[in-house]
């Protein structure tokens, strides 16, 4: 990428925009859109700028410590990058690329288990990483217990058990896109592909993406059902705060719940054992009147008593957003829809663009708050308490 286009994208937005001129309509809009009317979409947004923080002045911030430690690890940076799936729809080989990027910025990424590249290759990708696993559980608990088997054997560092899909979120611009696998051509959409001859030169180049774990075993044939279950986010309805003890059978490293949005839920998942949480609306994909995560984080931090770390998804794209959340208590946040902007325009270099700026506007941010570091912002909720 050269220096003067790069120079152009000083923003997510920027990114934003060049993705939306690099993908083809259907796959810009699988990766942008929201669930019904997107009103959640814009709630995310209105709460997180509501958020004003007010600086400190007269203190030393020569020295920025950006740096966190969470179960057990270092992050070099207070947010993570979080599970998307069909990564290899926006570029062949994007789950590597976001694994190898993230370990290259000193932070962990969450591998989605609708992935389309197999967990020992991201392993390999990203061999001195940090991995955590996002599961869907299905009807066909099997499914969940093959890949739990493989990520504990390929040193996946946690487990991050999503619980707000239940029934997938009526996202109709897919639905109106025609949004489906295997995908089947249609006038309108081959001449979207005609006009993004680089996407489609890729694509043909790499295969249509598959859901590449859920098999156990290289080269085995995939259920159709089971894939269309997937894309469809046909879960175990059944699924409650018992299933946690079956979990808890075939995976003994730390275990998050991401979804949680009401403190009742929180001091449950407190009761049960859970190491943490993130408070997420599924970036407005899933319940279009969920509030916003931002608004709800305080409460489930509060319910917690700091007894397990509380992390935050949804809406985040910008530094400032960091610092609002971590100002709001929470000890992490995770990024979504930015890393994609960035792997849809320059793959792995994209994404280490798009993370490296929110890092330089998480700095400025501190410096100009007052807070050398991120703990000093986090204890601002205390000392309002």
Not at 211 to 220: D, H, R, S, T
Not at 245 to 265: E, Y
Not at 277 to 282: M, T
Not at 314 to 331: K, T
């Amino acid at each position: 990428m050269s220096q003067r286009r790069a120079a152009h994208r000083l923003t997510v937005n920027d990114w934003r925009e060049a993705a939306r001129r690099s993908l083809p309509r259907f796959v810009f809009e699988y990766l942008d859109g929201a669930a019904e009317d997107g009103l959640g979409l814009v709630r995310n947004r209105t709460a997180l700028d509501a958020v004003t923080l007010a600086p400190r002045v007269l203190r030393d911030t020569r020295q920025i410590d950006p740096s966190i430690t969470l179960l057990g690890q270092t992050w070099a940076q207070p947010f993570g990058i979080a599970p998307t799936g069909l990564n290899g729809l926006v570029r062949p080989g994007g789950d590597l690329m976001g694994a190898a990027a993230a370990q290259a910025m000193g932070v962990p990424f969450v591998l989605s288990t609708a992935s389309n590249e197999r967990l020992e290759a991201v392993r390999e990708a990203a061999p001195n990483g940090q991995l955590w696993l996002q599961l869907y559980v299905m009807e066909d608990h099997s499914i969940a217990e093959q890949m739990l088997r493989r990520a504990r054997l390929a040193r996946f560092d946690a487990l991050v058990l999503t619980v707000d899909v239940a029934v997938s979120g009526l996202r109709e611009r897919d639905v109106r896109n025609g949004f489906k696998l295997p995908f089947k051509p249609t006038p309108s959409l081959v001449l979207d592909l005609l006009r993004h001859p680089a996407w489609s030169m890729r694509l043909a180049a790499g295969g249509a993406p598959q859901f590449a774990n859920l098999v156990e075993n290289p080269g085995a044939r995939m259920s159709a059902q089971a894939q269309a279950a997937l894309l469809a986010r046909a879960m175990d309805r059944g699924l409650d705060w018992a299933s946690l003890r079956w979990l808890r059978q075939h995976w003994d490293g730390p275990l998050i719940l991401k979804g949680i949005l009401h403190p009742d839920d929180a001091r449950r998942a407190l009761e049960e054992g859970v190491d943490a949480l993130i408070v997420s609306n599924h970036g407005a994909r899933q319940l279009d009147l969920a509030p916003a995560s931002i608004t709800q984080l305080p409460a489930i931090v509060d319910a917690v008593h700091d007894r397990l770390p509380v992390l935050m998804d949804s809406g985040i794209r910008r530094g400032a957003d960091v610092a609002r959340a971590l100002a709001l208590g929470a000890h992490a946040v995770l990024i979504g829809r930015p890393v994609l902007y960035g792997l849809a325009v320059d793959g792995q270099a994209g994404v280490q663009s798009v993370l490296q700026t929110l890092a330089d506007e998480l700095e400025r941010n501190l410096i100009l708050l007052g807070e050398a570091d991120v703990g000093s912002l986090r204890a601002r909720r205390t000392q309002a308490a």
